[in-house]
Structures are given as C-alpha cells and as structure tokens.
C-alpha cells in the first residue's frame, strides 16, 4: 500500500507540473516597475491632457479627428516605435446643428427641457415638431399602442436605470435600446418623432446624453433626441397631470458624405516572433460634446503608454506589440471592420488583442473572451498584480473595436474593466473633460495594460 501510495504521488506531480506555475520574481519585478514608473512620471496623464485641450472633441469626419490622427502618430514617432503607420478608412461624417431645444407650456408657463439630439439625428423644420406625448418605457408597448394610438404624436421612451443593480453596465443595456433603436419602432407607427430618457445612472442631474442610433431602409426618418433625466421626471409627471399635453421639439444635423479617415497603429517588433501580434488599442474618435477624455482618450493613452513603458525598462518583446487608435468606434465601427479586414487579407497572425474603452477610472480586472482552458491559465497570473488593481479575469468580454477581429479570427480578445459606478453620469455628454479624469486612476489603467501584456508575450495563452 505504501509503495502505491508513493507511485501515485509520483504520477501526481509529473501529471500536474504544466499546470502548476511557481512565482516568478523577475516578472513579479518588471510589473511592479510598469506601475511605479506609470504613478511616478505620469506620461499617459500628460498626453491625454494634450488630446482633451489642445484637441478635444473628435467625431468621425471632423477637423477634430484628423488632428488626432495626426498628433497621435507624431507622439508614437517622437517615442521612437519601430513602425508607425496609418490605415485608410472611410468612416461616417454627421455634424449636429445650433437648433437644439424641447419645452412645453403649462398654462402660460413655458418649461424648457434639456435635450442633445442623437447621434445621426435628422433636423426638425426650423420651427419644431409640435405634438401630443405618448409615454413608453419600451419597444413592445409601442407595438402594443399601434398606429391609431402613435400616429401624428411624439413617443417618448422613460425607462430609468434600475439603481438596485451593483453592476451599472447592466442598467446600460438594458435601457440602451431607447436610444438606438427607439426612433425606427416609433417611426414603424407614424410618431413624428421621439425623444428618450438619457442613458444615465444620475438621479439629481439634468445633463442630455447622445450616442449612435439608427434608422431604417425604406421608413420614414424622424427627428430623435435624448432628454436629461431631471427633464424627463418633469416632462413624466406634467403628462400624468395633462395627457394630452403637447410638446415641442427642435432639433438640427446634417449628413455628409463618407470622408477619409484612418487607424493610426505604433509597435514595437518582436525579437523572437516578429510574426506573432499581440494588439492593444482604444479608440480615437468621441462624441462632439465634450472633450472625449473618459471615451475614450483614455483607452488611447493607455494604449500608446502601455508600449512606452515596455521602452522605459528596455523590454525587448518577444512578440510584436501593437498600439492602435481605432477610427469610428462611436458611429459605425469602421476602424476595428478595417482592421479585421487588413488582418486576413495579410494572413496576420494575433495572439491577443486587449481594448481599453470603459474610462480612466480605477481598474478592476479584465473580461476575456477565449477558451475556458486559457481563462484557467490566466487566472495564475493574478498573482504578479497587486489587489488594489487587478483582481480578476472574468469570462466574457472585449470591446467592439477587437470584436470583428475576435469573430472573424477567433483571436482571444480582453477587456479592461474599471469601477464604473460613476461612468454613466458622464458618458456622451458634456461633462466628459479632462478634468473628471484623476491622474493616478488613470496611470493604474496603463500600467495595467503594460503588464497583461507582458504576461501574454511572456508565457502565451
């Protein structure tokens, strides 16, 4: 019994010694630079300052986009990357107009709304869309109203964000439809037009949100327009004391043709595997209000930062590593189609692809979409991060820039997450400025990046 004892132990360890990956101090090291030196000189703060103020707003097409095109190659020049280069990409161009206002009267009292036309939005006539409410907290009870109970009115979508849930990105989703798709299903019974809840977990503030919608081929294009929540309680309640109450809408946007665009993609090249790509990216474009610094300068300066910091500690990858700035993630997700596209038709081979595009918040941990055998093998590797940062790989995840990428290759794809109970107070709105964004947050996200990257390069998925 003893000597089975002995052989079965024996069998144990040989059996289980791939599985079992002892703490590596030198790795333990190079990560714990990544994130003194990240809070020490604090260059992804810098470069997001720069984007925020000397650049700000970047929607796809604009004067604002091809200056970040421009800045962020000469940033990964002047950081001395191996290559950088652009990829040409032909991406939506809308631009919103001054018309912008909603109210309604009660008695002689005109109570003026706060509201942002959608992104995409088709204008109002100049002197607004007047008409009766009819209040719906989603798609189906349109349906179930009908044409005789929509036609010739407004519909406006009020569904709130359920406060109960921890997870504020869950309150997103499920609210999320009023803004995309809100306008075609009013627009299937004869609404006019239709204005929403703006997608915010704020109860005691009245700042509109924007964001893509869309339309559809062969129907009517109606005016579209998100209202602040505080406006949208007021504009709720005066209904229940007047249905019949009648509001005025006037928004402004115009469509341009597709204009030329681009990707700006900076690496480093692998020593050992120049052929092998991890990329790591976020995306360039923002909304037009704001100065896009949450959404997603964040992501971009991470990116760039994260490859800056590999050069800080002379780390000569053994993969090539890839920072790209995606063009058009916000209106259409031209730049991650691109990339996909360029990726196959060049028989590319990816390893990984990381996304940062949920602020510059504090971060938490990663989403990672890939086999549950190499989510097994990660979650080893919690062990080099201190607790205050990343704290978990959990199943699931990415971002829609790597997501074609991810479904066309199958290339394991990771996203970063962050302590987002405060991101939907300012996502797509004005509030989205350099200044919500705390330097030391901001640089864990970096640092972040930097050694998850380091992790892949080194031990593979």
């Known amino acids: 019994m003893k000597n089975f004892t002995i ?3 024996s069998f144990c360890l040989i059996s289980c010694k791939d599985e079992i990956v002892p703490f590596d101090q030198e790795t333990s090291d190079v ?29 796809s097409g604009s004067e604002g ?8 190659k000469k940033v990964m020049e002047d950081y001395g990357f191996d290559t950088v280069y652009l990829q040409e990409v032909m991406v939506p161009h809308w631009e919103r107009g001054e018309l912008e206002e909603a109210y309604f009267y009660n008695g002689k009292e005109k109570i003026n709304l ?58 997103y989703g499920e609210t999320g439809f009023q803004r995309r798709t809100g306008a075609v299903k009013a627009a299937e019974h ?76 900076g690496l480093l090249r692998g020593e050992k595997n120049p052929e092998k790509i991890i990329t790591v990216g976020g ?4 909304w037009d209000i704001g100065e896009g610094a949450h959404d997603d300068g964040a992501g971009c300066v991470h990116s760039i930062g994260a490859l800056r910091l590999f050069q800080k500690q002379n780390i000569k990858p ?77 199943k699931g995840g990415g971002g829609a820039d790597i997501g074609p990428l991810h479904r066309q290759t199958g290339t394991p794809m990771f996203g970063l997450s962050i302590d987002g109970q405060k991101y939907f107070e300012m996502h797509h709105t004005a509030k989205d400025v350099f200044e919500l964004v705390h330097a030391r947050e901001l640089e864990l996200g970096t640092a972040s990046l930097a050694s998850l990257v380091y992790l892949i390069d080194k031990y593979g998925l």
């Open 190 to 265: 004869g609404a006019l037009a239709s204005v929403f809840r703006s997608l915010s977990s704020s109860t005691y503030e009245d700042f509109p949100h924007t964001g893509g919608m869309s339309y559809k081929e062969g129907l009517d294009s109606i005016p579209h327009g998100g209202l602040g929540v505080l406006s949208s309680e007021k504009l709720s309640q005066a209904l229940k004391e007047n249905p019949k109450l009648k509001l005025t809408v006037k928004l402004s946007g115009t469509w341009y043709p597709d204009a030329l665009s681009h990707n700006v993609v």
């Open 318 to 394: 053994n993969n090539t590593i890839r920072a790209v700035m995606f063009m058009n993630e916000e209106f259409g997700l031209r730049g991650g189609l691109k990339y996909a596209e360029i990726a196959i038709k060049e028989n590319e081979q990816h390893i990984a692809a990381i996304e940062s595009d949920a602020s510059g918040y504090v971060p938490r941990g990663f989403g990672f979409s890939g086999s549950d055998e190499q989510l097994e093998k990660i979650q080893d590797w919690l062990k080099y991060f201190d607790k205050n940062t990343i704290s978990y790989f959990s």
């Open 114 to 171: 706060s509201i942002l036309g959608a992104g995409g939005t088709v204008s109002t006539p100049k002197e607004g869309i007047t008409a009766e409410v009819v209040e719906v907290a989603s798609l189906d009870e349109v349906d179930e109203l009908g044409r005789e109970n929509i036609e010739g009115k407004i519909v406006f979508y009020n569904k709130a964000f359920n406060q109960r849930y921890i997870n504020v990105g869950t309150s």
């Open 65 to 72: 986009a091809k200056k970040a095109v421009l800045w962020s």
């Open 31 to 59: 990560i714990n630079t990544f994130y003194s030196d990240a809070l020490e000189k604090r260059e992804s703060y810098e470069l997001l300052r720069v984007l925020s103020k000397d650049i700000g707003a970047r929607p």
């Open 283 to 286: 995306h360039l474009d923002s």
């Open 7 to 9: 052989i079965l132990l």
